[in-house]
């Protein structure tokens, strides 16, 4: 079983629509996660950390159950430029030398 | 700020031949790291430093060598260059104590034939 596993998509979605992303991770002493974006041909860049509370950050919504050791990325009124691929990224923790965990990536397509 | 730079941008290696990617990075972060990227693959960290002088293997590191002489360098070497290393290298800082957030140089994109 992949420590991080996400839907590869593509998700083909219009803009205006809502859009979300789930991810799976294998470790429950996982301590830290995170989701990030890589534009195509591009470097990943952090799009936002995720709390165990929940967090909103404009259109987009982060959720974590760890009891489940699932993540979420809720996407609403889908831009063209929110196009991109969003990686779940665990951090394994202290015992793991806080090395981080990168899941393949989903693929999202926004189109006009 | 440039951040984290990465040399060179685009290469094409012959099988057996060496190179260094160069890793560079101004934000004074202790914590650097090596990634390889395949189509369809997440992330695989091929080595790792938490500071000068100390380097660490990751998940993927044969095939690979590094040293980190200084704070704000981190090369990569291949020595013998084979197909399976086909790849875009990324290059990565963050900081220590807290900061968890890290930041990616532009990628090395090689091929080996």
Same mark, same amino acid.
């Given at each position: 079983r992949k420590e991080v596993e996400q839907d590869p998509g593509p998700f083909n979605v219009p803009e205006g629509a809502t859009v979300a992303f789930n991810c799976t991770y +294998?470790?429950?002493? +996982?301590?830290s996660f995170f989701w990030y974006r890589q534009d195509c041909r591009k470097e990943p860049k952090l799009l936002m950390s995720v709390y165990s509370s929940g967090n909103e950050d404009g259109r987009f919504t982060a959720q974590l159950n760890r009891a489940s050791q699932y993540i979420s990325l809720l996407i609403r009124d889908?831009?063209? +430029?929110? +196009?991109a691929t969003y990686l779940c990224v665990v951090n394994g923790g202290w015992e793991y030398g806080n090395k981080l965990v990168f899941g393949a990536g989903t693929i999202l397509r926004v189109k006009s | 700020n440039a951040g984290v730079t990465q040399t060179p941008k685009f290469r094409i290696l012959k099988i057996g031949q060496s190179m260094t990617l160069q890793c560079t990075q101004d934000? #004074?972060? #202790?914590y650097m790291y090596w990634y390889r990227q395949d189509p369809g693959m997440g992330l695989k960290l091929i080595y790792y430093s938490v500071g000068a002088g100390i380097t660490d293997k990751g998940e993927v590191p044969n095939g690979y060598n590094v040293s980190r002489s200084t704070t704000e360098d981190f090369p990569l070497r291949l020595e013998l260059a084979a197909p399976s290393q086909t790849s875009v290298y990324f290059c990565a800082s963050r900081e220590s104590g807290g900061g968890e957030t890290q930041y990616f140089g532009p990628g090395t994109r090689l091929l080996v034939l």
């Open positions: +294998s470790n429950s002493a +996982s301590q889908s831009k063209l +430029s929110d +196009s | 934000m #004074n972060h #202790n």
